[in-house]
């Protein structure tokens, strides 16, 4: 795990200028790479790259970046890690015996291969020389994101992993070409002036986060997953057009072609030989590794397989909250002494959690309002002291059917289609007539006799929710409002017009049913957008590597070529991958009511953080700024500080959004 930037400008320029720029602009990412740092510059081309580099394969200099392919053709800064490198080695060296610089000294490999280590980053160069860069990552398992300068075209591509792992931003700037891991790497570049756009912004209130390719600035672009980005010096000054080297979309069309045809008994053991495979190859690290541990399904089953293959006990990390219905420490705790895992447990005081706060403009670099960002960072944190490297559980949900909408979702619309809409209408003011607060006690009652599937945190939350969905006139409009916050949200920013997005295109999967047209577009939006970008900003701003097994392509491809039946069955989500799970855990051990990894805003915005917000969202400065029609926000403001309603995610929005602007002016 690393951290990349670089520019490319018309004309050449001096190496005191390219020196000093990358230099600036690196640093504004060293959190991502406190181990050492390089920089690379053609004068007379005007491309430079810097890296900054955490230390996880080849400890020694043989892994410094920018790093040159052996005859000289590619240079390339690269983040992530190839999982499969040795493999690629191995075949280069067997199908490809005559290296490009020959080097009979070698004592690596068959000792043709002229490798100066043994780094990821040296193998994709060496596949560069032979295969060329797309059908090298088509090979390629793992996480990443890259930017490689090819010498004899005289052009830069830019790459990212297939499911968006990592992070790559780019743009032009005035002459400049300016692309990095992290925003904050662009904005370092003198040249960069980019204006924010509001018709972002209100993708933001929708989503809590940036949809791909927004980003807060014009003209600031997130390369999509699975795509490459080629810039020639004969089309400067264009905007690039990224092109797909592997596709969902496609991944989702072959699976339901060529659907698995073999047994309940067979799917699960060849999810478990599948997943067992990608946890060994991500333990695959020169430095301390272990893994994030909830208790819940995904985590424990990452777990239970690295266990499962390691000769010592592995290292497990989980925050508590004192706070009911925030905590799941009590959850990992018996998951990992089931397993014999090394656990560390740290209960975090709310006083502790909401010290985060004013750190998360800088930590997310643009506005990003998923408040699970906050005991994100802090497990992160806590990993971080004993370990370099964490694995994590995430993607379960997408790929198995995990999330409650998945299961109500498409009983609702069953159920409410056949309803005359002013039906429909009544019953949602009915059930927003008791507030959250009434809705959690009477739910409190009778959560005690409803079957364990039926149990859930948050319920008055959830019963808002399901209020604004009844009157919903599509399924797919079911889905946007459920992944939803501010349902109209170019009409709380001034200037706005809602962009389209992935979301939009939700009809256009014809072959698929409803809870997998849900999935898939989880996968493409929510997951790279909101649930990735949350674990990376927060790990990296600590130093520490994110693996995620779920996210191996493979295991990706296999998922959607199993029936829905194996991923929902009889009301339960991730049925198979409960059955894996089951063959190392008890299942009495995992049984719980699904729970969010969030903190009590609600509570917290009415009292601790009420001045904090208060400021934020005071009416003269929202009019000052000009970027928010203050009346709905206010509104709000005040049905939530009355008790009456429960507006948290909304009011979060808009107050991540004024927090980095203030940051953004300092």
């Avoid at 490689?148 to 052009?155: I, K, L, Y």
């Avoid at 409803?450 to 599509?474: M, N």
């Avoid at 097994?549 to 049925?575: C, N, Q, T, Y």
Wanted: glycine share 6%; with cysteine; hydrophobic share 40%.
């Amino acid at each position: 795990m690393c951290g990349l930037t670089g520019c490319w400008q018309s004309g050449s320029f001096s190496a005191e200028r390219a020196t000093a720029t990358l230099d600036v602009m690196a640093t504004a990412i060293a959190h991502r790479g406190p181990d050492d740092s390089g920089i690379w510059f053609d004068a007379d081309a005007g491309i430079g790259l810097a890296h900054r580099r955490l230390s996880i394969l080849d400890l020694s200099p043989a892994g410094h970046q920018p790093m040159s392919s052996a005859s000289g053709r590619y240079v390339l800064v690269f983040n992530g890690e190839i999982y499969n490198h040795l493999e690629l080695r191995w075949e280069l060296e067997r199908n490809h015996p005559q290296p490009l610089t020959p080097n009979p000294s070698s004592t690596e490999g068959r000792g043709a291969y002229p490798w100066r280590g043994h780094s990821d980053t040296e193998t994709l160069l060496a596949g560069f020389e032979v295969w060329g860069i797309a059908a090298t990552l088509q090979r390629a398992i793992g996480m990443f994101a890259m930017a490689v300068w090819d010498r004899a075209e005289r052009n830069l591509t830019l790459a990212r992993d297939r499911l968006g792992e990592k992070p790559l931003y780019y743009g032009w700037q005035g002459e400049c070409f300016l692309f990095g891991s992290e925003l904050k790497a662009l904005r370092a570049h003198p040249a960069f002036n980019a204006t924010i756009d509001r018709d972002a912004l209100s993708l933001f209130l929708r989503h809590n986060c940036l949809p791909t390719p927004y980003t807060i600035y014009q003209g600031i672009h997130k390369l999509p997953p699975g795509t490459l980005l080629t810039l020639s010096g004969t089309a400067r000054r264009a905007d690039p057009i990224p092109v797909a080297y592997w596709s969902l979309r496609d991944a989702v069309e072959q699976g339901q072609a060529q659907p698995f045809q073999g047994t309940d008994a067979e799917a699960i053991t060849a999810l478990d030989d599948l997943l067992r495979d990608a946890v060994r190859r991500q333990q695959l690290a020169d430095v301390p590794l272990g893994a994030f541990l909830s208790g819940g399904v995904d985590s424990s089953t990452i777990v239970a397989l690295m266990q499962a293959q390691s000769s010592r006990p592995v290292k497990t990390f989980t925050i508590g909250f004192h706070e009911n219905g925030y905590n799941e420490a009590h959850y990992a705790q018996a998951v990992a002494r089931h397993l014999g895992a090394d656990h560390t447990e740290l209960y975090v005081t709310p006083e502790q959690a909401r010290a985060v706060i004013p750190r998360l403009p800088t930590l997310y670099d643009e506005p990003f309002a998923d408040s699970s960002q906050i005991p994100t960072f802090l497990v992160s944190e806590l990993t971080r002291r004993q370990v370099t490297v964490s694995l994590s559980g995430d993607a379960g949900d997408e790929l198995f059917g995990g999330y409650n909408r998945y299961l109500l979702a498409d009983s609702i619309w069953r159920n409410i289609r056949w309803l005359p809409p002013a039906l429909r209408t009544l019953a949602a003011r009915s059930m927003t007539a008791l507030s959250p607060a009434a809705w959690d006690r009477f739910y409190g009652v009778l959560a005690r006799v409803l079957p364990p599937r039926w149990r859930f945190s948050l319920p008055g939350d959830k019963a808002h929710k399901l209020a604004r969905i009844l009157t919903a006139a599509s399924p797919e409009l079911i889905y946007r409002d459920l992944v939803s916050h501010w349902p109209q949200p170019a009409t709380v920013v001034i200037g706005a017009t809602e962009p389209a997005t992935v979301l939009n295109q939700a009809a256009t999967w014809p072959n698929l049913g409803f809870e997998q047209r849900m999935m898939v577009l989880d996968a493409l939006s929510y997951l790279p957008d909101d649930i990735l970008v949350k674990v990376d900003r927060a790990a990296m701003a600590v130093s520490l590597e994110t693996r995620v097994p779920l996210l191996d392509h493979r295991v990706v491809e296999f998922a959607w070529r199993l029936p829905l039946s194996m991923k929902i069955r009889h009301g339960e989500s991730k049925w198979i991958l409960r059955q894996v799970l089951d063959r190392y855990v008890p299942r009495t051990l995992i049984e719980r009511p699904k729970m969010g990894f969030g903190v009590p805003l609600d509570r917290w915005l009415r009292g601790p953080l009420r001045d904090w917000a208060e400021d934020l969202l005071d009416e003269s400065r929202l009019r000052q700024e000009g970027f928010f029609h203050p009346e709905p926000i206010r509104h709000k403001w005040a049905e939530h500080l009355s008790g009456t309603r429960n507006w948290q995610y909304h009011l979060w929005d808009v107050l991540m959004f004024q927090a980095w602007l203030e940051s953004a002016k300092a």
